[in-house]
């Protein structure tokens, strides 16, 4: 029973939930970039015909989620800013100054999740303002998707540097 206990533990850098968690997360944002699945994104890249289901299918999608992105942006985006900024300021001043572990795995979670939010904001607006064409909407996905790649690596080693520090500062020497 204990077992089971520390297996279901949520507070703790070691936890298999908590490297679950990151590798869905990482999975997720790595698939759905701009809200588009990127298999379709692939589909509408091999399609001979310009005019193709999957290549209308797909622009029709990343238009979409240009328009909301910037939509929300437009209307919250100050509130969105200015809420996200203090709680994960207030997230990484608990984890790193009160040793609060939950805290800090929060912050190696969420700290790269918003830089990828960052980067999909600066990159729906940079689409919305020009007139791209179909495969320059794609390209722009494709790119977006590498370097919601490099966020996660970055992300996924900075958890196991959190979690090499938190049990280094937590185990005293012999």
């Known amino acids: 029973m204990d077992d089971l206990r520390r297996l279901m533990d949520f507070d703790s850098l070691w936890t298999l939930w908590f490297w679950i968690t990151h590798v869905m997360a990482w999975s997720l944002t790595s698939h759905f970039t701009m809200g588009v699945p990127f298999d379709m994104v692939v589909q509408a890249n091999r399609e001979q015909n310009k005019n193709g289901p999957w290549t209308t299918h797909c622009d029709a999608m990343i238009r979409a989620s240009i328009f909301r992105l910037n939509a929300v942006f437009d209307r919250f985006g100050t509130a969105i800013v200015a809420t996200w900024s203090f709680l994960i300021a207030s997230l990484a001043t608990s984890g790193v100054f009160f040793q609060i572990e939950f805290a800090l795995a929060l ?3 969420l700290g790269p999740l ?19 064409s ?13 370097w ?3 966020c ?7 958890a196991a540097t959190a979690a090499v520090w938190n049990i280094a500062r937590t185990v005293t020497p012999i």
């Open 107 to 109: 912050v190696t979670l």
């Open 114 to 132: 918003t830089i990828i939010f960052s980067l999909t904001t600066w990159q729906a607006r940079r689409m919305g303002a020009a007139d791209l």
């Open 134 to 146: 179909p495969a320059g909407l794609r390209d722009g996905v494709r790119r977006l998707r590498f």
């Open 148 to 150: 919601n790649q490099v």
């Open 152 to 158: 996660g690596v970055v992300g996924i080693v900075l």
